[in-house]
């Protein structure tokens, strides 16, 4: 079983949805949660990172984490084409600055006009 | 700022050659630097950190001997794969770290390798 289990889509949805990416993980030491966006052939961008369990919101992105369940999510709402990349979760158990990341698979999102 | 740049975006070489890429933290020192290879449709996995000045730690699996990395400057990082073969294409990416416990890693462009 990996550690982080994430679905690899492609996810297509109209411009203006909501758009909701998760993330399983097995590993209950994780403590920091980030959501990162990669472009076709560029290397990863953060978007959102969370500590311990909680929702936190930044603009259309809100990332909710449940450490009860394994489970964190990112949410984009009024989605636009320029979202359109791919999304990877990533955890890590000591920081996320100088601690080792796992990252999960990806999901491609697709935004439509 | 927090730019992290990686030289060359692409490579294309032949089998039993070496390659070098740099990565290289621009407006920041980084105190550790990461790298990272990703196949397609695959995450990315680490394969070592290093700290300036002293020798990388790799992750299990990865040999030391082939992917040989020097952190010789809080700017600079390089990795050398050596003797490239065909399995080694892929997608490697740096990241680096300032240091300080609200910061994050701050990713390269990536880097493309091609073994033919």
């Known amino acids: 079983q990996k550690e982080v289990e994430q679905d690899p889509g492609p996810l297509s949805v109209p411009e203006g949805a909501i758009v909701s990416l998760n993330c399983t993980y097995s590993?209950?030491?994780?403590?920091?949660f980030m959501w990162y966006r990669q472009y076709s052939r560029k290397g990863p961008e953060l978007l959102m990172y969370?500590?311990?369990?909680g929702n936190k919101e930044d603009g259309r992105f809100t990332a909710q984490v449940d450490k009860s369940s394994k489970y964190i999510s990112l949410f984009i709402r009024d989605s636009q084409p320029s979202d359109s990349a791919t999304y990877l979760c990533?955890?890590?158990?000591?920081?996320?600055?100088?601690?080792?990341?796992?990252f999960g698979t990806g999901t491609r999102l697709q935004v439509f006009p | 700022g927090a730019v992290v740049s990686q030289h060359p975006s692409r490579v294309i070489c032949k089998s039993g050659t070496s390659v070098k890429i740099e990565c290289r933290s621009l407006?920041?020192?980084?105190?550790?630097m990461f790298w990272y290879r990703q196949f397609p449709k695959q995450s990315l996995m680490l394969m070592a950190t290093?700290?300036?000045?002293?020798?990388?730690?790799?992750e299990q699996g990865v040999e030391k001997d082939k992917f040989l990395i020097n952190h010789a400057s809080l700017t600079l990082s390089t990795l050398t794969v050596t003797s490239a073969h065909p399995e080694d294409s892929s997608f490697y990416i740096c990241?680096?770290?300032?240091?300080?416990?609200?910061?994050?890693?701050?990713f390269g462009p990536g880097t493309r390798l091609t073994v033919l």
């Open positions: 990241s680096a770290a300032r240091g300080g416990s609200t910061d994050t890693q701050y």
């Open positions: 407006d920041f020192q980084a105190t550790t």
């Open positions: 990533a955890m890590s158990s000591e920081s996320y600055n100088t601690d080792k990341l796992i």
């Open positions: 590993n209950s030491a994780f403590q920091y």
């Open positions: 290093s700290n300036e000045g002293s020798k990388a730690t790799y």
């Open positions: 969370t500590y311990s369990s």
